[in-house]
Each structure stands twice: as C-alpha cells, then as structure tokens.
C-alpha cells in the first residue's frame, strides 16, 4: 500500500543553497535505501517536499524531517493513499531556485517538472505553491 505525504515549512534563516545541496545528497541516499519518492521545491524561503512509498517508511522519514533544525512550521497539507507513484524516477526530484532565479523561473520550472503529474490536486497544489511569492 503506498501513501504520500505533502508538507510545505519555512526554512531556518540564514540557511545556504549549499545547505539545501547536503540535504539534498542526504535524502536521496537515504530514500534510494528506503524506496522513498518524491519532490523538494526550495524558494529560498520555504520548503515544499512530496514524499510517497510504504506507510511505515514514509511514516519514519517525516517524522525525522518535521524535528529538523534546519526548517521549522512543518505544516502537513495532505496524506493520503495512491494508486501508483507520482514520482517513480526520482529518489528527491528537486527545485531550487539559485541566486538569479527569477519569480519567472520558479513559476516555469515548477510548470514544466509537475508536466506529467496523473493527480490533478497535487500538481495544483505545487503550482499554485510556485506562484505565491514568500518574504525573500
Ligand atoms: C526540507 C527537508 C527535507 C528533507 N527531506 C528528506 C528526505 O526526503 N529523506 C530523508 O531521509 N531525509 C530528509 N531530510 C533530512 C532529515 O531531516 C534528516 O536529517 C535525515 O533523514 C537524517 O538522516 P541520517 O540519519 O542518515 O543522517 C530533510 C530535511 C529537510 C530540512
């Protein structure tokens, strides 16, 4: 039975673009292990992660994700039960947005990497994520 977690929260101030690239590295190893999908869109402000696979795994993940010193406000949107993996490729597809990303950017980048998304809901929410400018 596989279930998905989405979740959005706000990063700790002050936190890197190289910070983002070690959490990065660390989750894909771990969810490689794991069987652990899914996406992590940076703004430089907040965090939103889809995390899918076996209740249990995904379960354990958040659990050590939501106590993570390095975002706070971990706000879970939605948990619910799929079918089959939006994100079958990728151990953490990602978005960050880099020093000369642009509002543009986000936006169009978001669009094209939610493309081919089968759950309407959730690319809505992704997108609709991209399009809401944060403090930064
Ligand atoms: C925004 C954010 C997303 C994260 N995503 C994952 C993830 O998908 N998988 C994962 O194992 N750890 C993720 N982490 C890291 C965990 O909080 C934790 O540091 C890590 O799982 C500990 O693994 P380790 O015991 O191998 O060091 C994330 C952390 C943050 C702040």
């Known amino acids: 039975m596989l279930h998905q977690?989405?979740?959005?929260?706000?990063?700790?101030?002050?936190?890197?673009?190289?910070?983002?690239?070690?959490?990065?590295?660390r989750s894909r190893r771990n969810n490689r292990q794991t069987g652990i999908t899914g996406?992590?869109?940076?703004?430089?402000?907040?965090?939103?992660?889809?995390?899918?696979?076996?209740?249990?795994?995904?379960?354990?993940?958040?659990?050590?994700?939501?106590?993570?010193?390095?975002?706070?406000?971990?706000?879970?949107?939605?948990?619910?039960?799929?079918?089959?993996?939006?994100?079958?490729?990728?151990a953490m597809a990602s978005h960050v947005v880099d020093e000369a990303g642009s509002a543009a950017d986000l936006v169009g980048q978001v669009d094209a990497l939610t493309e081919t998304l089968p759950d309407p809901n959730l690319r809505a929410t992704l997108r609709s994520f991209a399009r809401i400018r944060g403090a930064a």
Request: aromatic fraction near 8%; proline fraction near 4%; charge should be positive.
């Open 5 to 25: 977690i989405t979740y959005i929260s706000t990063a700790r101030p002050g936190l890197s673009l190289s910070d983002v690239e070690a959490i990065l590295a």
């Open 39 to 90: 996406l992590l869109i940076f703004d430089k402000v907040r965090f939103l992660q889809v995390i899918e696979g076996r209740l249990p795994d995904i379960e354990a993940t958040f659990l050590r994700i939501a106590v993570d010193p390095r975002h706070r406000a971990v706000v879970r949107l939605s948990q619910r039960q799929i079918d089959a993996r939006e994100f079958g490729q990728w």
